[in-house]
């Protein structure tokens, strides 16, 4: 019945989760602390809890905006193939662009993203992940800010999905490989 049955071992509690997120908004919030136009651009749907959550814990003013794009399917590996499902509601045009991702992995979905963004004439792009994967990586791209180096391991929560499920999980853990096996 539980989701947490399903889960190997928990990487980071909702404490250490909190505590980290604290430290990254506080610390684009000194970045960015005289610079007009910031935009937090969050890629749906796994950052919808990081963003939540960091947004607060940035004192300087700042717009939200989101993209959508899938890569995975049902699998737990990417297929290199980037669909935009949602562009931005407004221009980029002169602002400061934070991307705001769940996971950097095979770096082929913020490769994508950042190259597509980038024609748009913003001021800058950044890349604020929560979870990297260096390990994995297959494209030159690397996060300016990030809240944990992560294992080669399959994780889910805090909007993190396996096809679609444990999003809502409050905390990060492994998924149980005969979950993704079956
Ligand atoms: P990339 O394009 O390979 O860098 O993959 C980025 C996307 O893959 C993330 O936004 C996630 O949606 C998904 N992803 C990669 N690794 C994991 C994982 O361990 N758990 C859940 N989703 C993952
Ligand atoms: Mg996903």
Avoid: W
Avoid at 28 to 57: H, N, P
Avoid at 79 to 91: A, F, N, R, T
Wanted: net charge negative; charged share 25%; hydrophobic share 40%.
């Amino acid at each position: 019945m539980g989701m947490d049955r399903d889960i190997a071992e928990v990487l980071y509690s909702e404490e250490e989760l909190k505590r980290r997120v604290a430290a990254l908004g506080a610390q684009i919030s000194r970045d960015y602390a005289d610079k007009e136009d910031v935009v937090l651009v969050g890629i749906l749907r796994g950052s919808y809890i990081f963003l939540a959550d960091l947004s607060r814990y940035i004192t300087i003013p700042c717009r939200i905006d989101f993209m959508a794009a899938s890569s995975y399917g049902k699998g737990t590996s990417s297929s290199g193939q980037i669909e935009i499902k949602k562009d931005l509601s407004d221009s980029i045009n002169g602002a400061h662009v934070i991307l705001v991702e769940d996971i950097l992995d095979s770096g082929n979905t913020l490769d994508y993203l950042t190259k597509t963004l980038s024609v748009r004439n913003p001021a800058s792009i950044r890349i604020c992940t929560l979870l990297d994967k260096p390990e994995r990586r297959t494209k030159p791209i690397s996060a300016d800010y990030y809240g944990f180096l992560v294992p080669d391991a399959f994780v889910v929560g805090y909007g993190l999905d396996f096809a679609e499920k444990y999003r809502n999980l409050p905390y990060i853990g492994i998924l149980k490989p005969e979950v993704y096996e079956k």
